[in-house]
């Protein structure tokens, strides 16, 4: 096995905290890392577009326990949870996952995590990037509502690709291979407590496994490397080619507190007509009937191949800079450069032609697409 990657080069102190899989991660030679939730998150252990076509063609195990997981229990518990999110979870079912956007009182987007319904009153949230436990707290404050909010020491892990349904079969059994998607099932592994969900964050078919005993991560990680054997299995980081061909967004790239869900397409997860109240219901009533002034679109890139974009690219008209790109990425597959872009809605129809700056390649002609751009009907996690 390679060797790890050498953490000093990014931190300083003992500020930043380290998943149950570190030691795993480190040990199967992880060479880079970036920092999310407070905590060091492995981005890749080889090529980027190597890791691609593995997810694609094989099976491979993410370390993303960096997904805090925030728990709310209490005799409001289903109340509190309703409350923080526009989606009505009286659709939700106890052994059921949705997924689900956080809202601030503007209609701003806060968090879009998975959430999962334990019991009655008891959820979890595998949070994105931002620190929903503090406003929820401060929310829980307000509310006079009966709840139990903590941040629990919870990890999972992602088992994705098309034979990801082998290494879990393996695992657990048959049994697992009953689950439907967004459902899940907890269970242990040799006594290794367990939460086994039908989610992923790469538009395939796949798995998390959530640790719920974070003295036995490396066991667990080993234990999973050894089933996957069988199947070519690999470690990689989250592939950001794979997401964004499935038109998944990623928080604090694609959408922030700026954004509401009208902007960003997730509309459908706004609930306007259920009884129950929400924060920024108000609000997002509004957006829904003025309009909104800016989207979030597909774009196709002209030109040679581009890096994945590490800052938000302008893209202008003749008019001038009218938005920026999001995300961007080169696609293998398709051979193409693709990405999003939040753009001036009157720019935002299907065909429109744009230019975006690419720094160190200067201007790009650019169109507004459609998305998803692979599988748009997504039945592929599905199967």
Not at 152 to 161: E, K, N, S
Request: hydrophobic content about 40%; overall charge negative; some cysteine.
């Amino acid at each position: 096995m390679r060797t790890g990657f050498d953490i000093s080069l990014i931190q300083r102190g003992a500020r930043l905290k380290r998943t149950p899989f570190f030691e795993a991660t480190q040990r199967h030679g992880a060479i880079g890392y970036t920092v999310y939730n407070h905590m060091l998150f492995p981005i890749n252990f080889d090529d980027l577009e190597a890791e691609y076509w593995h997810l694609l063609n094989e099976v491979t195990i993410w370390d993303v326990g960096v997904e805090r997981q925030l728990e709310i229990t209490g005799p409001d518990a289903f109340k509190f949870a309703n409350l923080l999110t526009p989606r009505d979870l009286t659709e939700c079912k106890i052994g059921q996952g949705k997924y689900v956007v956080i809202t601030a009182p503007d209609g701003g987007i806060i968090n879009d995590p998975v959430l999962l319904r334990l019991g009655e009153n008891h959820f979890w949230l595998a949070l994105a990037d931002s620190d929903v436990l503090l406003w929820a707290l401060g929310v829980a404050h307000g509310s006079g509502m009966q709840v139990r909010l903590a941040e629990l020491d919870v990890a999972p892990i992602q088992i994705q690709g098309p034979k990801s349904k082998g290494v879990v079969r393996a695992l657990f059994g048959e049994p697992v291979l009953a689950l439907k998607y967004y459902h899940f099932l907890e269970t242990s592994l040799d006594g290794i407590p367990v939460i086994v969900t039908r989610t992923g964050w790469t538009g395939e078919v796949g798995y998390e496994i959530y640790l719920r005993d974070n003295s036995r991560g490396t066991e667990l990680w080993e234990q999973v490397m050894e089933a996957g054997r069988l199947f070519n299995i690999a470690p990689t980081g989250p592939s950001d080619i794979r997401r964004v061909e499935a038109g998944i967004l990623n928080y604090g790239a694609d959408m922030t507190l700026e954004n509401n869900p009208y902007e960003v397409g997730l509309d459908w997860m706004v609930d306007l007509d259920q009884e129950a109240d929400f924060i920024g219901k108000a609000a997002l009533k509004r957006i829904r009937d003025e309009g909104v002034r800016r989207r979030l679109v597909g774009v196709g890139i002209a030109g040679d191949r581009i890096e994945f974009n590490m800052t938000k690219w302008p893209v202008s008209t003749e008019k001038g800079i009218i938005g920026h790109i999001t995300s961007a990425i080169y696609s293998p597959r398709l051979k193409k450069n693709i990405g999003y872009a939040m753009l001036l809605a009157e720019h935002a129809e299907i065909g429109t032609r744009l230019t975006v700056t690419v720094p160190g390649s200067g201007e790009r002609e650019a169109t507004v697409v459609r998305k998803p751009f692979v599988d748009p009907n997504k039945e592929i996690p599905k199967g």
